[in-house]
DNA sequence: TGATAAATATCACATTGCGATATAATCCGC
DNA sequence: GCGGATTATATCGCAATGTGATATTTATCA
C-alpha cells in the first residue's frame, strides 16, 4: 500500500471528510451541551442503552468509546454524580459494575437521538459522497 | 421533527456509527502520532494543504476544524515552533498570516494522506451501511 | 492453593479548547 | 480622510478530559 501518490483532489476529500465528521461532531456536541451534557457523557449513554441487556460495564464503555478503562471509570462516576445512571455489582462476577440508565437519562437520550437520526439524514449525501470519492 | 419513536435499532446505528467514527479516529491518532503529531496538528496541516493557494490563514484553519480563531492560533504557533510551517503576513491584509507548509510537513502529510485514504476505502462499506440504516 | 490476570479506581500530569481581553489593521459612514 | 466599528490574531487563566503509574478486589487456572 502507499504506492500511489496523493493528489490534490486526495486532500481536499480528505479535508473535506474531516470538515464534515466536524460540523457532526459539532452539532452533536452544542445539542448535548443544551440537555446539560458533555459530548462524552452522551455517547457513554447512547453506548449503555445500545447494549445488549446485561452486557454494559465501564469495560464495555471504554471499547466502544475506544478509551482506557480507567478513563471511562471516571466518565462513568460523573454520569453517576449527575444522577444519569445507577451501577448494580454483577451477580456473575463481583468485579464488574452493571450500568443502568435512570429515566431521567433515558429521556435526555431519546430526545437527543431523535435530533441525531434527523442530523445524520440530512449529512447522509454528503459524507456518502465524500466516501465514493474516497473510494474510486 | 422528532415525532418518530427511537427505537433499539435506532439506538443500534447511532452507536455503531459512533463506534465507527471513533475507530477511524483513533487510526488518525495512532498514526498521526507515530509521525510526531497530535491529530488537530495532522488535520490543521490537512487544511492548510487542500486549501486553495493563498487561502491559508488562521481564521481558515479555525473555520475548516470547527475551533475559535484564538485556539487556532495557539495550534498554529505549535506548528511553527515543530519547523511544519511558517507564516507570511499578507500583502493585501497585513492583520492575516498566510500559512505555508514546510517540504518536512508536505512529507508527513503524503505519507498519513496515503494511509487514511487506504483507511477510508476499507471503512467506507460500514459508514455506508449505516449511514443507509440511518435514512430509511 | 498460589500465581496470574481482569475489572475498576485514584492520583498527578499534560494537553487542549475556551472566555475574557488585548492589539493592530481594515472598513465604512459621514 | 477621520473616528468608531469590525476583523484577524494573540495572551492569560481556567476547566475538562485522557493517560500512565499504581492500587484493590475478585476471578481463573495450573
Redesign the interface.
Known sequence: ??Q???T?A??????????T???F??FSESRAAAAGLTAQQH?AL??I??ARPGAATIGYVAE???LKPHSASGLIHRLEALGLLMRRSSVDDRRQSLLELTAKAEMIL??L??????E??RL?PL??AL??R??E
Open positions: 500500500m502507499n500511489m501518490p496523493v490534490d486526495d486532500y481536499a476529500i480528505l479535508a473535506d471528510f474531516r470538515h465528521l466536524r460540523l461532531m459539532a455517547q447512547l453506548a442503552r445500545a466502544r468509546l475506544i431519546a430526545d437521538s431523535a435530533t441525531h437520526r434527523e445524520l439524514r447522509r459524507l456518502t466516501l465514493d474516497a473510494g
